[in-house]
T-cell receptor, first 112, second 113 residues
Framework: SQTIHQWPATLVQPVGSPLSLECTVE??????LYWYRQAAGRGLQLLFY??????ISSEVPQNLSASRPQDRQFILSSKKLLLSDSGFYLC???????????FGPGTRLLVL | DAKTTQPPSMDCAEGRAANLPCNHS???????VYWYRQIHSQGPQYIIH???NNETNEMASLIITEDRKSSTLILPHATLRDTAVYYC??????????????FGGGTRVLVKP
């Protein structure tokens, strides 16, 4: 069966520091991968999605970037964190054109 | 993507059925209705989806009106662990768009003993 992992689970970082969040999917090949962010008390906002290695689409302009170095690995990065980057970051995957999206456990980021 | 409208919150009694409504009056013929829920501090969990016909699985039932402009998620016997925010989503079936899900505000469901 397929599983999705995210780490770290929780992260506290100072403003201006770099960020790297990792997401990996097991048990499948060539998934679509997604990064979402959820600010406190708010709905989910799609940040990036990828339909293949090296293919990244950005949904909103921001301080973050994404990369997909391997088929089942998706990385969210920042060179310099802002206070507004705090939130709950969720990775998700699906297969093909009509697959249900499945979410990881999330990473809670607090920028101080 | 078609937009959805859900009540912001609702309470239900433990052991009773919970009926969660969703309006999606601008839904297109090839768009599916998906339901997810998010328990506090966890990632969203897939519940069920459908196109035209009513659907049932081990978690819930989905009733879609004949004109497809609204739907109802039914939790047949709500438990305290069903307390969560429930999201109704209409999804674009477009591989080029990566099949992204657009989440609205959802309905905050509180199951009371």
């Amino acid at each position: 069966s397929q599983t999705i992992h995210q780490w770290p689970a929780t992260l506290v970082q100072p403003v201006g520091s770099p960020l790297s969040l990792e997401c990996t999917v097991e048990g499948t090949s060539n998934p679509n991968l997604y990064w979402y962010r959820q600010a406190a008390g708010r709905g989910l906002q799609l940040l990036f999605y990828s339909v293949g290695i090296g293919q990244i689409s950005s949904e909103v302009p921001q301080n973050l970037s994404a990369s997909r170095p391997q088929d089942r690995q998706f990385i969210l990065s920042s060179k310099k964190l802002l206070l507004s980057d705090s939130g709950f970051y969720l990775c998700a995957w699906n297969l093909a054109a009509f697959g249900t999206q499945y979410f990881g456990p999330g990473t809670r980021l607090l920028v101080l | 993507d078609a937009k959805t409208t859900q009540p912001p919150s609702m309470d239900c009694a433990e052991g009773r059925a919970a009926n969660l409504p969703c309006n999606h009056s601008t839904i297109s013929g090839n768009e599916y209705v998906y339901w997810y829920r998010q328990i506090h501090s966890q990632g969203p969990q897939y519940i069920i989806h459908g196109l035209k016909n009513n659907e049932t699985n081990e978690m819930a039932s989905l009733i879609i009106t004949e004109d497809r402009k609204s739907s109802t998620l039914i939790l047949p016997h709500a438990t305290l662990r069903d307390t969560a925010v429930y999201y109704c989503i209409v999804r674009v079936a477009n591989q080029a768009a990566g099949n992204k899900l657009t989440f609205g505000g959802g309905t905050r469901v509180l199951v009371k003993p």
